[in-house]
């Protein structure tokens, strides 16, 4: 039976670079992968972007109340025609980001249709709360990878502070996708804590 996967970690511990390598590790194999990540990441709009340089668009987006299931089931059945093969794996990016029951969909995928999943995310936002996809992945995923980095201290970075114009901020939405105005830093819990004078929710 496939397993459905969690690589979890902070901001920029690899996990785009980690699956553009999953992806390269089964193509180079003759195999077909599908890459895939909910639609709310606006910030590369199709684009996996890894920071060590490499990027690649995926082939679908999944949009907030789409059923997971059936949109890899459309996808899925486009490559069957197009090449008589099926799809060894399907990769997911900023998994965080889908709802609890297109997680439930991820695990079908799994165990009804034997096709490993494995899904990249962070697992708690900018207030250590964990995001709805990453917590349902927690709760049900066969198997949970930690991908790790480092604080600026040098201690393994676990939480995600947010910047907005380079000053942390602890209130706010949970979803600000990085960019110009928004930026965050991974944090061990202990600078984490000394920045937020003590507070670690909301
Ligand atoms: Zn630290």
């Known amino acids: 039976m496939a397993k459905l996967y969690f690589r979890y970690g902070a901001m ?34 199709r684009a996996i972007l890894s920071r060590i340089g490499s990027a690649r668009d995926v082939d679908y987006l999944i949009g907030p109340s789409e059923s997971a299931y059936d949109v890899f089931q459309t996808h899925r059945s ?3 025609q197009h090449t008589g093969r099926d799809i060894s794996c399907l990769l997911l990016d900023e998994s965080q980001f889908l709802s609890e029951s297109q997680v439930n969909d991820l695990l079908r995928i799994a165990v009804l249709d034997d096709i490993p999943v494995i899904c990249y995310g962070i697992r708690t936002d900018f207030q250590t709360a964990a995001f709805p996809g990453s917590r349902r992945l927690l709760e049900i995923a066969h198997s949970l990878e930690e991908l790790k980095t480092i604080c600026r201290c040098g201690r ?38 000394r920045m937020s004078g003590g507070r670690l929710n909301r």
């Not at 970075?157 to 949970?174: C, I, M, P």
């Open 78 to 80: 486009e490559v069957q």
């Open 156 to 193: 393994k970075a676990v939480f995600n502070g947010r910047l907005v114009g380079g000053e942390f901020v602890f209130d706010g939405e949970q979803v600000a996708i990085d960019g110009v105005e928004v930026t965050y830093e991974s944090m061990c819990a202990k600078c984490y804590l």
């Open 12 to 45: 920029n511990s690899g996990k785009s670079t980690s699956l553009l390598q999953a992806a390269y590790n089964y193509e180079e194999r003759g195999h077909y992968v599908l890459l895939a990540k909910p639609a709310i990441d606006s910030k590369a709009g």
